[in-house]
């Protein structure tokens, strides 16, 4: 049976708002045009996440936020809820990137507390963990990933889905990626922790960090790699394009 992948986009602060909205509208034409079986999400800057839902309104296509406030409504200045964004359509939130633990201090307790938000929604949680370049070298990437886990409490809430997406943080925009054993060790090890942990329909296993047009089909044919989870490469139409393509060969 063919194992059908979930391909993530995350658009970070990227492009303009005027350039984003064409992007929305370029890929929904050709997403139209292919046959697709993979589960495609995008994730914008929140201020075109209105425009993205309208265009993507008769797609194959889910829309996602690339961050939360664990607070449904409340006196959180420059925040939006996760309620807000159930509200508005989002079906997936990005929670815990690495540009957010490292420029918005947030922990693995923060982590938590939006986890367990979004657990009182409809929404889908893709919850990124990955190890410091420091981690991978003195060989304790995976007690690191295995920690951000433990300490999210991701294996424990009950959620229909569970999305975890692998980014190690040294791969990020960096054009480095792990190796195919290193990649599999991981996402096996982080199987393996939910599996065992109760409450835990299904998990997803993404990678991310410095995914290709070149690479993406080695990482797709790794046992135990559900999809990907695309920064930069997922802001070029033609290149978005063909990682898509890839999932379908
Ligand atoms: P790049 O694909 O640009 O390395 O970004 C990965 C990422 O951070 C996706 O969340």
Known sequence: MKNHKIIVANWKMN???FQ????LKSINQSINEMKVSSKIVICPPSLIIRDALIIFSNSIVSIGSQDCHHAEIGPYTGDLSYKMFEDIGCEYAIIGHSERRANHFEDNKLIFEKLNSINRSKIIPILCVGESFVER???LA????IRQIDESGINKLEFDQKIIAYEPIWAIGSGKIPTRDEIMSIHSKIREKLDTEGNNKDIKVLYGGSVNTENVSDIFSINGVDGAL???ASLKKADFIKIIESAEI
């Open 137 to 139: 070298k003195s060989g």
């Open 142 to 145: 995976s007690e690191a990933v």
């Open 15 to 17: 492009p303009s708002i």
């Open 230 to 232: 695309v920064g930069g």
């Open 20 to 23: 984003g909205i064409e992007l």
